[in-house]
């Protein structure tokens, strides 16, 4: 996997502040290295959209098959073969990544990012998770939705209400230094796949804005702007599998995901 300047990603001692905070445009992190020898941002996200919307719909037909509960493992694997054409080694979390870096480089106080730089017109500072964080929440939020059955006996309102608060945590994990908005729009979709709707994040252009606006003013503000986007990527899929996903005796009570991920969320 590629190893990138974790520093970047830690802006100080995770045991004081377990949080990185980053402008919203990523223009403060850097390019991550790729087989191409890509060095604008711009460009690679171009790359990266070609190259990943071709594994996706791989995923979709059934030409590869990865199975998994949306923790560690299943989004490294997700990572792995959606940026197999762009990265040498894909798959490493932001933690596992920090963790070689650590491993290879000599000890020595970690260097903040800038955090006084000032902001352009465009920009405005969101916080992702401490890179030590990462892997323990995707692993977290893995657990409580197989305690909430993957969101299977929901209506539509239920589910887009569901989903808004479970895609904004792992949009805040910011699990992976390239390819973070692929890999999630490969869970919305079977997340919803599973439950019984399809999920479409090509749909609306404003899913990645409305999310990062709530990084922005905080994980517990009001998502009503991002659940009216989903709301607009989301409808009932079709046959009777999915008709039965969302029969109400599937159902279980929704869980305060705040209260459940504790420290995750501070």
Known sequence: MPVPDYRVFDNSAPTIVPQVSVRADYNL?????????ITDREELTLVENVTSTVRAWELRIGD?????????????????????????????????????????????????????????????????????QVNALLDTLSTLLQQENMLKGLDKAQFVDRLAEYHVQYARAAPFTGGNERVLNVVLYELGQGAGYLVEPSKNPHLHEATDAILERGIDSDKSRLKAVLNDIVQEASGATAELRRRVTFRTLPIDLGAQLGNLTS
């Open 64 to 132: 590869e098959y990865l199975p998994g509960n949306f923790d560690t493992a299943h989004l490294r694997d997700l990572h792995a073969y959606l940026m197999q054409d762009v990265y040498s080694e894909p798959g490493g979390t932001r933690q596992d990544e920090r963790d070689i870096a650590r491993s290879q480089a000599p000890a020595g106080p970690q260097l903040p990012a800038p955090a006084d730089a000032r902001l352009g017109a465009n920009e405005r500072i969101i916080t992702l998770l401490g890179v030590d």
């Open 29 to 37: 992190l850097p390019v991550p290295r790729n087989t191409m020898g």
